[in-house]
């Protein structure tokens, strides 16, 4: 089933998360060891994410390196099915720009189209360390609005270089990102909407948010984007800080602030099990009051870890 389907059939905030595929040559069943603690609480559809290569120098042993590219999470495609099929839960692979080609991109829409996969998440993706910013494969998209008109293409039975062909229309539900905070490289929040407008005119029927700790910016985000003629659901994604990595490494990689009342508590914290209890207890009450106002669905960023989530979910649905 579609994400968008499950959102308009609900009366209330759904439950949903994110998971990443195991770390090249690990079990597939350390997916199921994070995703069994969270079945209870009903997952309308689970995330996984999508890892391009990272190039890396390995050294030859005569002085010399070599540039390798290396993926260290694969799998994407695969999780998917395997989950829909062992859990009977809606997946949503994520897909993103980098490294795809037009053509492989293509060929992964007809996969997930032959698996029964109804749902993606178009995504642009980042650039490969080392490299300055985003660079597209040649035949590439650059943007998430392009794989997001590819897509759409392909929903309408439009496949490349086939103009002739009697093609048979994909169905998938599309969804894309956004940033309360704004995305790191856009200029202002106002360009950043702008652009996302063009996501969702270009097929995109739900968005999902990056992580956000302050849920003062995640409602003037959605008002805003309402004034911008932004109408699709607005879905919050949320990560509860377990760890004292996570106070320097959360805020750093994903540009977003944490609210002083919170910051001011977290730096007196001396211990990871000090700092779960308060990002348990912060995520909570942000999650309380995201569904005393209605939000579609709590989304969360389990980073392969499901305990914290499972203590605020237990708390709130
Ligand atoms: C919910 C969520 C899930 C994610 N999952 C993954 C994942 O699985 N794998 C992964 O690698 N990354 C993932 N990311 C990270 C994401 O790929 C990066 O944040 C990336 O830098 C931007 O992706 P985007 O799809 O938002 O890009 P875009 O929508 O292309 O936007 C990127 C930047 O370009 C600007 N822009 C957009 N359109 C245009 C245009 N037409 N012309 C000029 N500028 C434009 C935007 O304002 C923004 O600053 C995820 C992010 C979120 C929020």
Redesign the pocket.
């Known amino acids: 089933m579609k994400v968008i389907d499950h959102l308009r059939q609900a009366d209330r905030t759904l439950f949903s998360f994110e998971i990443l595929p195991p770390l090249k040559g690990k079990d597939v069943r350390s997916i199921y060891e994070g995703i069994d603690p969270l079945i209870e609480f009903n997952p309308s559809f689970i995330n996984v994410?999508?890892?391009?290569e990272e190039v890396l120098y390995k050294e030859m042993g005569n002085g010399l390196s070599q540039r390798v590219r290396v993926r260290k999470r694969p799998g994407t495609v695969g999780i998917c099915a395997t989950i829909k099929a062992k859990y009977e839960i809606d997946t949503v692979p994520?897909l993103?720009c980098?490294g795809f080609s037009q053509e492989d991109t293509e060929d992964a829409l007809i996969e997930l189209n032959f698996l029964g996969i109804d749902n993606v998440?178009a995504?642009?993706?980042?650039a490969i360390k080392n490299e300055p910013h985003?660079i597209p494969e040649r035949d590439g998209h650059k943007?998430?609005?392009d794989l997001i008109r590819q897509i759409s293409s392909l929903n309408r039975g439009k496949y490349l270089h086939d103009e002739e062909l009697e093609a048979a229309a994909t169905d998938l539900c599309i969804g894309?990102?956004?940033?309360p905070e704004k995305?790191p490289?856009?200029l202002n929040l106002n360009?950043?909407i702008a652009?996302l407008k063009?996501?969702v005119d270009a097929g995109a029927e739900y968005l999902?948010?990056?992580m956000f700790f302050d849920n003062a910016k995640y409602f003037s985000f959605v008002d805003q984007c309402r004034e911008a003629g932004i109408m699709v659901p607005i879905i919050p994604?949320l990560k509860p800080i377990t760890t004292l990595k996570h106070i320097a490494f959360l805020p750093k990689t994903f540009r977003v602030d944490l609210p002083d009342a919170f910051a001011q508590e977290l730096m007196k914290c001396r211990s990871d099990l000090e700092v779960k209890r308060l990002g348990i207890e912060w995520c909570i009450g942000q999650a309380k009051e995201l569904v005393a106002r209605k939000a579609p669905s709590l989304h969360f960023y389990t980073m392969g870890r499901s305990e914290a989530v499972r203590a605020v979910a237990a708390s709130v649905l």
Do not use: M, N, P
Request: charged share 20%; glycine share 10%; net charge neutral.
């Open positions: 994410t999508y890892h391009r994520h993103i980098g998440l995504l642009r993706g980042d985003f943007h998430a609005v894309a990102a956004c940033y995305h490289e856009a360009v950043d652009y063009q996501k999902v948010t990056q994604g």
